[in-house]
């Protein structure tokens, strides 16, 4: 008899639940419907954003847009892009559609494309690179354990210019990375193999854990 009143209970306070969660939902407001200019503003940023091919059915999931006004936003935004001579425009691919570059400008995105990448080395990023190349395979933590520093961004800006590579993971705790150079690295510094590097001495370790040391300092002061 105490379960059957029990269960009663518990029945009721489901129940009541439901009804408040209901009578919640009904004095929601709607949400508010954005204007084309809004949509189109949304849309933009996200293929731009995202640089490769959305399904339009995404599009309208995340701005409560049906199909039909996804497509009708979408066209407005090829007329706007035809109409101002923007340099991008839309390409469709059966659900999906992406941002991309006119046709009539490829010929200067080659030339920019072909346009060789300028290099400048700081001389973090020469001690941070020396060490790859003396001591690789190496991982980050054990590059910032000889200069005393982080070197993210050191790392960063070589892997931006081709100069070291990821060459696996060391079987260790969390498994880092192992970094070492590349075939970039022997043709920017004019030798053959890693063999014709000139012998690096104790004192030009020391050297760079010194100034990696100032480099500290001065961050601090």
Known sequence: MANQENNE???QAVESEVETVQ????????????????AESIFESILFTMGDTVEMSKLGDVTGLDLRTVKRILKRMEEHYAKANRGITLAYYESAVQLCTKPDAYEYLIKIAKTPKKITLTD??????????????????DVENIRGVNC????NKLLEYDLITELGRLDAPGRPILFGT???????????????????????????????????????D
Do not use: C, N, W
């Open 9 to 11: 209970e518990i029945k």
């Open 23 to 38: 009578e919640e939902t009904a004095q929601e407001e709607p949400a508010r419907k954005l204007t084309d200019d809004e």
């Open 124 to 141: 973090t990023v020469i001690e941070t690179l020396s060490i790859i190349a003396y001591k690789q395979p190496v991982t980050r933590l």
């Open 152 to 155: 993210d961004h050191a790392i």
């Open 182 to 220: 590349t075939e970039q690295f022997l043709r920017t510094f004019g030798v053959k193999s890693l063999e014709e590097l000139p012998e690096l001495s104790t004192v030009q370790m020391e050297e760079f854990k010194a100034q990696a040391e100032a480099e500290v300092k001065i961050r601090l």
